[in-house]
């Protein structure tokens, strides 16, 4: 108890929660960090397909829950509408904003789930069922807290007092709830006196390693240091680097798991130094219906995020060709074991996924 007195920004920060009236989703948008912490309410389809677009909500596990959250708000406010009216309408909703972004699985994941809770309430009045979605999204997001939770705890037994992690991208709190999934044993450990050090990439284009990683991190008081990606390999060769931590976005059967654009290029630098390399994640984000990474569909976000976002003025001609695809697949074998709320699966990972998630 002490302990989490020590650390309260793991457990306060309520970054993406359903506004009392029940009518809009309350966000802290990540655009704006980390230098202004800035709270916002959208409610329209439009504004909540845009946060997630936009960035402003991110971090797979995270877009599920605003889902879940959006999808209540949305029934909230269509309460006045006739039953299949509102059904239909509802469908409209969650296939709109499932079509937001397509790489990350827990949004389908999340929204299928409130689709789910309309079909088999579909004989109540329209009010009920609003009040069942409401319910199921405040599920959805607890349920993640306590997936974090187990993950931290199971990523905590990995390591030993005082190694160096490195990580790419943004897999705490911000991209969660509470934990993280990537940084919640780093987190974890803070909490509990197991201290660890931590290398964040600062992960081009949007640079989510510099300005969420590092923030979290620091926030926490956690030992932290701010690299640029090309630098992973340096601090790997001096052997400031004993593990490598990172998130995920969809895992397939066979162990495949797409991640932030860069994740691949690190887990063949681990391979090549010989560090342990892991991916960290909920349920929510195993897909077994994928059978490998070939078949996740990556993003693919605009050129300007290249060109010249970040940048006083552009730094490429305007019409320079520009490839800015927003994930990567890394390939199961350079993944030493896949840590997720139900336990640590190691290689095999076709066989072993299977044990735990069919
Ligand atoms: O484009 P983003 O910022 O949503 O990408 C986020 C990542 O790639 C994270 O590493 C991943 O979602 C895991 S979050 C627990």
Redesign the pocket.
């Known amino acids: 108890m002490e302990n989490e007195m020590k650390n309260p920004y793991v457990r306060g920060i309520e970054h993406v929660s359903l506004a009392a009236d029940g009518k809009s989703v309350r966000i802290l948008d990540q655009t704006q960090l980390p230098m202004r912490e800035v709270y916002l309410n959208v409610a329209t389809p439009e504004e909540c397909y845009d946060a997630v677009k936009k960035?402003m909500v991110?971090?797979?596990?995270?877009?599920g829950i605003f889902a879940g959250y959006a999808m209540a708000a949305f029934a909230e406010q269509r309460k006045e509408l006739d039953l299949p009216e509102f059904l239909m309408e509802m469908k409209r909703l969650s296939s709109y904003l499932n079509s937001s972004?397509p790489t990350?699985v827990n949004l389908s994941w999340a929204l299928r789930r409130m689709e789910n809770v309309m079909d088999e309430n579909a004989g109540l009045p329209v009010p009920e069922i609003a009040e069942r979605l409401r319910e199921e999204s405040i599920k959805i997001h607890e349920e993640d807290i306590e997936m974090c939770r187990k993950i931290a705890e199971y990523g905590l037994s990995l390591v030993k007092e005082g190694d160096g992690i490195l990580t790419?991208?943004?897999?705490?709190p911000l991209?969660?709830s509470l934990y993280?999934?990537?940084l919640g044993p780093i987190l974890l450990g803070e909490e509990t006196g197991k201290r660890l050090r931590v290398f964040s990439d600062e992960t081009r284009p949007?640079l989510?390693g510099a300005r969420l990683t590092s923030y979290e991190l620091k926030k926490a008081g956690v030992d932290v240091t701010l690299i640029c990606d090309n630098m992973a390999s340096i601090v790997m060769k001096n052997g400031w680097v004993q593990d490598c931590f990172?998130?995920?976005?969809r895992v397939a059967a066979n162990g495949d798991f797409a991640?932030?654009i860069g994740?691949s290029g690190v887990a063949i630098l681990a391979k090549h130094y010989g560090i342990p390399f892991y991916t960290?994640?909920p349920s929510s984000?195993i897909d077994m219906n994928c059978p490998t990474g070939d078949d996740i569909k990556i993003?693919l976000r605009d050129p300007e995020e290249i060109r010249e976002m970040w940048y006083k003025e552009p730094m490429a001609l305007p019409d320079v060709k520009c490839y800015n695809p927003?994930?990567d697949v890394t390939d199961h074998t350079l993944v030493t074991a896949i840590v997720t709320d139900r336990g640590i699966v190691y290689p095999p990972f076709e066989e072993n996924l299977k044990k735990l998630f069919r």
Request: charged fraction near 15%; include cysteine.
């Open positions: 960035l991110r971090g797979a596990p995270c877009i972004r990350a790419h991208c943004n897999a705490g991209a969660t993280g999934t990537a949007l989510q990172v998130g995920c976005d991640n932030k994740t960290l994640g984000t993003e927003a994930f």
